[in-house]
């Protein structure tokens, strides 16, 4: 699977990097819902949300499969002299521990990684998510929906793979029919009007 990740950044055949931090991401960080600490960023791609997280006064820990965008991450974190404040990492999502202590992350977002696990790597990751997330944090995820012919995420998906540990802050349905993306991983990124949506869930306290 990371060869097919490295492929696509080696070819530039990667339409959900457009470099833009998605609203939604925006949105929640001027809420002030999250406090300024130690964010997560799972399937990192190139490091555009990694780096506006950064900026803000998070120390990051942002996690890919692909080597080839782990390195295009650091080199914009380089130029953007954030390297300091983002530990890049090229690896398996469902082994966090690897790179975060136990209830250390205030905040958590997934840009279109998990819908591309199978069922026990999904399982695997909301355990690992689980284990790192503080009481109180914020996750947020954007996932594709199910298509006949073409995984996704359903919502009945989420709530049984994340209930009890979690409750619903927010869900918003989307149709990506735009045919680009607006981040990394990002929506309408295959231009195929899918269907999507964001979710916003919070760790309950222990």
């Not at 950064?54 to 692909?66: C, K, L, N, P």
């Not at 082994?95 to 026990?120: E, K, M, P, T, V």
């Not at 996932?143 to 793979?161: H, N, S």
Request: charged share 25%.
């Amino acid at each position: 699977m990371s060869l097919f990740w490295d492929l696509m950044y080696l070819f530039k055949k990667t339409p959900w990097d457009t470099g833009l931090t998605p609203p939604e991401i925006v949105a929640m960080l001027d809420s002030g819902k999250v406090p300024i600490g130690r964010a997560l960023d799972l399937g990192c791609g190139t490091g555009t949300n990694a780096i506006t997280l950064a900026q803000r006064g998070f120390a990051v820990t942002a996690i890919d499969v692909s080597r080839r965008a782990i390195a295009l991450a650091k080199r914009k974190a380089r130029s953007a002299e954030l390297l300091d404040r983002i530990r890049f990492a090229r690896g398996d999502v469902t082994l966090l521990r690897r790179w975060a202590l136990g209830h250390s992350i205030d905040f958590a977002y997934d840009i279109g990684c998990f819908h591309n696990l199978n069922a026990d790597a999904r399982r695997r990751y909301v355990a690992a998510l689980t284990a790192v997330l503080k009481p109180g944090a914020f996750y947020m995820l954007y996932a594709f929906e199910p298509q006949a012919d073409r995984a996704g995420v359903a919502l009945d998906e989420i709530a049984a793979l994340f209930d009890p540990a979690y409750q619903l802050d927010s869900m918003r349905r989307g149709n990506d029919d735009r045919g680009r993306g607006n981040d990394d991983r990002g929506r309408g990124s295959d231009g195929s009007g899918r269907g999507s949506a964001w979710y916003t869930l919070m760790k309950r306290d222990a």
